[in-house]
């Protein structure tokens, strides 16, 4: 079975920074795309990073292009949200989830099969 738990959101000031984590139970954690996604209140779920399995490669919003950073610890079945300058429109419920195994990237929710409960991410001015 797998588990994704997102820890690390939090109140930040507007230009501050913030690192996401996500520890992920079961087996072949490194076969998996990874992949982070947030939703803003009152609107849908939104695409913000993901990573290959092997760390080869990284697509980012433009929303957060620049600004977030996306990486990943295989030894230790983890995935991070490394999130600077951030700006009050970052605000949301940020989730970890799972894409599928192999290489490529994928930005589309139907792509990811499993996720996390959610950390708050609230920037304030």
């Known amino acids: 079975q797998v588990q994704l738990v997102e820890s690390g959101g939090g109140l930040v000031q507007a230009g501050g920074s913030l690192r996401l984590s996500c520890a992920a139970s079961g087996r072949a954690f490194s076969s998996y795309a990874m992949g982070w996604f947030r939703q803003p209140p009152g609107k849908e779920r939104e695409f913000v990073a993901t990573?290959?399995?092997?760390?080869?490669?990284?697509y980012y919003a433009d929303s957060v292009k620049g600004r977030f950073t996306i990486s990943r610890d295989n030894a230790k079945n983890r995935v991070y949200l490394q999130m600077s300058s951030l700006k009050i429109e970052d605000t949301a419920v940020y989730y970890c989830?799972?894409?599928?195994?192999?290489?490529?990237?994928?930005?589309?929710?139907?792509?990811?099969?499993?996720w996390g409960q959610g950390t708050q991410v609230t920037v304030s001015s």
């Open positions: 989830a799972r894409g599928p195994a192999g290489g490529g990237i994928y930005y589309t929710r139907r792509s990811y099969n499993y």
């Open positions: 990573i290959t399995w092997t760390s080869d490669n990284t």
